[in-house]
């Protein structure tokens, strides 16, 4: 059966069973890509999924069921698990089924045509070569890789709301390896957009570029430095503490932020914003996983804790209005909460102006390990890093196998420059998606030798 | 079966039907629940069904995947004819011949969890939270959860399989917080099994919400560790996380084919120290990371990667099988029909060596003991790896001392590998979800206590 006729169905047996407040949620994804290796396609990957997820209210407690098979059976059982499921719930939580009436933002959608499959491995054989030609030390194992995506989303509940999107992306990414005679050393960069403002050339130059980057690397001796961290590492680790910022996590007191609202927690340079239209995002959300409106706001403004994230249950708990930030991991998750665009704003001064700032210190480029490392409970993080050294003002030398560690919130206030650079994290496709400028932080501990 | 034999058939037909000297079709029907509890109360449940079919060719070492969430003959068919598409030979293959074969099940359920309603696994799971939150008055909040998945695959392919494997596992999460001057600490346990109920027959679930606070309280009332370089002894159980990041990624076939990998060509050689031997083995009876056969059908074996440092297997699936010119060692794995499968890890860990654990301490002047592990991660390509502590302790003149939080170990795969000098008696397993290219599968850990001469530890 096609999605309206399992939506009849779900509605039939919603009813059935004397269901009046329910949900169905909705979504379906395309993905195709190529891989290369050597000078061939060596993996031709297309998916089509989908996902259906059913939530109803009773006695006060939202059941959930989920299934991606369409069939009578499934839309009867998908109704009585969730009653099920509802009724061993014991949540202190108040529940909602979004109501009409929500002014939703518009912004005007790009048309992206997608490729057809023998653009998609042209352009990425032609990456291939542009990697290998970019210099003599690049070996086998390197890959270029290049993808294009699409999803459709929908939500259809019982006061009558009935909302979809939908979006499409091309992406594509290069690995290079390179040797010097002893030792590999790997560097990636990633593109997302439109293939045709792909530039394969340049794509192919910054990954051998990182790759090469690192070649003779050291260590450095343990210590507190001046660091500063490049664009991309401040926006991953902007991205794991971000749940900091969610009410959920503050109401279930699992948030440092919890009853903090309206107090400076940062340095009086940093505002971070939450932008669900955000000019240069792949897909924009008008409205969140509830059905609620979206909108932008400040979260910290000049150092000043603003507003929580909110959806509808952690709203009405607080005695706010959602701040249209309901959001499900994937169809078949409850509602939690996450950001859009999500970003520290530039202020001003390139990154050479942040280095001549240092002084003598430690740029970080490259972290890992972050589910592990990074813990946004306490706030702590201890992390594997690599970057280069900062002398008289200059960018020098690589530096390798050391750990950066601190706690999120002792940063915020460290901050004690913001640059010009804001990047958002390349490899998040959705509307979610964390970004930053380069910044400048006194005192940071390092592990080396 | 999942799907007619007749219409697997017709679908490796097609699929094939454009050069492919091998097709294959992966059909799943997985039940998997989630009822999670904040501070003892159950919060949420997430209760989904995931299916559909994953449809593969290869050609020489080339590869085609695709997957549809639906179980309609007409997208099973059509999904296998874009599959075809994507090569442009003529048909290799005459006919196609399916003979069926039953490897047998090798792990008992005596109660499948599916059958058992919501309240008696929210009264373990309560009792687990309730013992965590009387722990201490200093424990602020605890969330805990409790999973059972009930996973049925079935595979046919052209080289005449057809295969099913039914694969149940549940697991209890406990996650402690305690708070203490305006900071916080996480202590964590979550013990699992490819079992059914009859698992939490086998530990108190008291004990599971008891670990986790107690980790959080020792966390809470320690200090930070100096940074720096230092003799590591790290505990059993799920320390040997170490050689799942340090070494067990970089022997994975999808690695080694390719060249990506600082183990690649070195079978034979002497690639660990003489102390480490070490095992993967998806045949462990019950074990989280057990499977009677892997997701190309393969029945699982026992392989001894490293014997007594010498490089001895890679874990391998049949498609880099091919470029390695080696079979498969039943290790292709993959979260769910939408991920392409590939050579990955079931149950690893390091086997029991000749060291006594109160020698390991004693050896260590100055130092840190790593008792309890989180997870980590590592870059194949140049060994790197780091792994985060979650309990750690000074040693110091070869006593245990203080604890201490914020404790990072990075290194080189290749290099830690030499440096495991001791390896105790006290082998254990522990459980994870382990990450890569194929999803998120279950995978074991382990180890006896181990001794790293020198590792770079990072901390404040």
Not at chain 1, 179 to 186: P, R, S, W
Not at chain 1, 405 to 411: A, K, R, Y
Not at chain 2, 129 to 156: C, G, P, R, W
Not at chain 2, 337 to 358: H, L, Q, V
Request: aromatic share 8%; with cysteine.
């Amino acid at each position: 059966m096609n999605y309206q006729e399992f939506k009849n169905a779900v509605v039939k047996y919603a009813t059935a069973n004397e269901i009046k407040d329910y949900e169905l949620y909705y979504t379906k994804s395309d993905e195709t890509s190529v891989e290369i290796f050597q000078t061939e396609v060596k993996g031709f990957n297309s998916s089509n999924n989908l996902g259906i997820c059913f939530r109803c209210i009773l006695n006060g407690q939202t059941g959930y069921a989920s299934t991606e098979n369409m069939t009578e059976e499934e839309a009867e059982s998908i109704v009585l698990r969730a009653i099920e499921n509802a009724k061993s719930l014991e949540s202190e939580t108040p529940s909602f089924i979004h109501k009409q009436g929500d002014t939703y933002l518009s912004y005007e959608k790009e048309e992206i045509v997608t490729p057809s499959a023998s653009t998609l491995v042209d352009f990425a054989l032609d990456l291939q070569k542009e990697i290998y030609a970019q210099d003599e030390r690049v070996i086998d194992g390197t890959q270029a890789v290049a993808g294009f995506g699409s999803f459709e989303k929908a939500i259809f509940n019982s006061n009558g709301l009935d909302l979809a999107d939908s979006g499409k992306f091309d992406y594509t990414y290069a690995m290079a390896i390179v040797t010097d005679g002893k030792e590999m050393y790997n560097g990636m960069e990633v593109k997302s957009g439109k293939m045709a403002d792909f530039d394969k050339t340049e794509v192919a130059k910054e990954a051998v570029k990182d790759a090469l980057s690192t070649i003779g690397y050291t260590s450095v001796d343990s210590g507190a430095y001046t660091v500063v961290f490049s664009n991309k590492v401040m926006a991953s680790l902007l991205s794991v503490y971000s749940s900091v910022f969610s009410a959920e996590a503050a109401q279930k007191g699992l948030s440092l932020l919890k009853d903090k609202e309206g107090e400076i927690i940062a340095s009086d340079i940093i505002t971070l914003t939450d932008d669900p239209l955000y000019k240069d995002a792949l897909s924009k959300a008008t409205f969140d996983d509830e059905g609620a409106a979206t909108y932008t706001k400040n979260i910290i403004e000049n150092g000043k804790f603003t507003t929580f994230l909110h959806n509808l249950a952690t709203a009405a708990k607080a005695g706010v209005k959602t701040t249209g930030n309901g959001y499900k991991g994937s169809y078949s998750s409850p509602v939690g909460i996450n950001h859009y665009s999500f970003y520290i704003n530039p202020v001003k001064g390139s990154l050479e102006d942040l280095f001549a700032e240092a002084g003598n210190g430690i740029y970080i480029t490259e972290v890992e390990g972050m589910h592990a490392g990074a813990d946004p409970i306490s706030g702590d993080f201890s992390l594997s890093s690599g970057g280069f050294r900062i002398e008289d003002g200059k960018k020098t030398t690589p530096v390798k196998g050391i750990t950066i560690s601190g706690n999120f919130l002792q940063l915020m206030k460290d901050i004690s420059s913001v640059g010009e650079d804001l990047k958002f994290n390349p490899f998040a496709l959705s509307a979610h998606r964390c970004g930053s400028p380069s910044v400048l932080v006194k005192n940071i501990n390092i592990a080396g030798k | 079966m999942l799907l007619p034999q007749n219409l697997v058939k017709e679908a490796l037909w097609k699929a094939s039907s454009t050069g492919a000297d091998y097709a294959e079709v992966f059909a799943e029907y997985t039940n998997q629940k989630n009822i999670s509890m904040v501070a003892s109360k159950v919060d949420k449940i997430a209760d989904g069904i995931i299916s559909g079919v994953g449809i593969r060719i290869f050609k020489g070492t080339r590869c085609v995947h695709g997957s549809t969430s639906s179980f309609s003959p007409e997208a099973i068919l059509a999904c296998a004819q874009k599959v075809a598409d994507a090569l442009s030979g003529a048909r290799e293959m005459e006919t196609i011949t399916l003979r069926e074969r039953r490897f047998g099940d090798i792990h008992p359920i005596r109660i499948v969890p599916a059958s058992v309603e919501n309240a008696t696994k929210i009264d373990l799971l309560r009792e687990a939270s309730e013992t965590a939150k009387n722990y201490h008055s200093d424990i602020s909040q605890v969330t805990a959860s409790f999973l059972d998945v009930d996973h049925n695959i079935m595979i046919a392919t052209t080289e005449g399989l057809l295969a099913e494997d039914r694969q149940i596992r549940t697991r209890m999460m406990v996650n402690a917080v305690a708070s203490k001057n305006g900071e916080n600490q996480t202590g964590y346990h979550a013990p699992g099994a490819r079992m059914g109920m009859e698992f939490y027959e086998t530990f108190d679930p008291k004990s599971v919400g008891e670990e986790a606070a107690r980790q959080a309280m020792v966390m809470i009332n320690a200090g930070y560790i100096p940074a720096g370089k230092m003799p590591v002894a790290i505990g059993n159980g799920f320390g040997g996380v170490i050689f799942h990041e340090a070494c067990g990624h970089g022997l994975e076939a999808s690695s080694v084919a390719l060249g990506q990998s600082v183990f690649a060509g070195k079978l034979g050689e002497q690639i660990a120290n003489p102390k480490v031997t070490a095992i993967d083995d998806g045949t462990i009876p019950n074990g989280w990371g057990s499977i009677n056969i892997d997701d190309e059908g393969t029945p699982s074996q026992k392989n001894v990667l490293i014997e007594n440092g010498i490089l001895k297997s890679y874990m391998i699936d049949k498609l880099n099988g091919r470029r390695m010119g080696m079979a498969s060692t039943g290790n292709c794995r993959r979260q769910s029909y939408i991920y392409e499968p590939t050579s990955r890890m079931t149950n690893t860990f390091i086997a029991e060596g000749s060291d006594k654990n109160d020698d390991i301490i004693a050896s260590i002047e100055y130092g840190l003991y790593a008792k309890s592990m989180g997870g980590g991660s590592v870059n194949p390509v140049t060994g790197d790896f780091n792994f985060a502590v979650n309990e750690g302790y000074i040693v110091r003149n070869g006593k245990i001392c203080e604890a201490v939080r914020g404790a990072t170990l990075i290194g080189k795969g290749a290099e830690i590998l030499k440096d495991i000098d001791m390896v105790g008696q006290n082998l254990e397993r522990a459980q994870g979800m382990c990450g890569s290219s194929s999803g998120s599968i279950p995978t074991d850990v382990g180890q006896p206590m181990i001794r790293v001469s020198s590792i770079t530890v990072g901390g404040r």
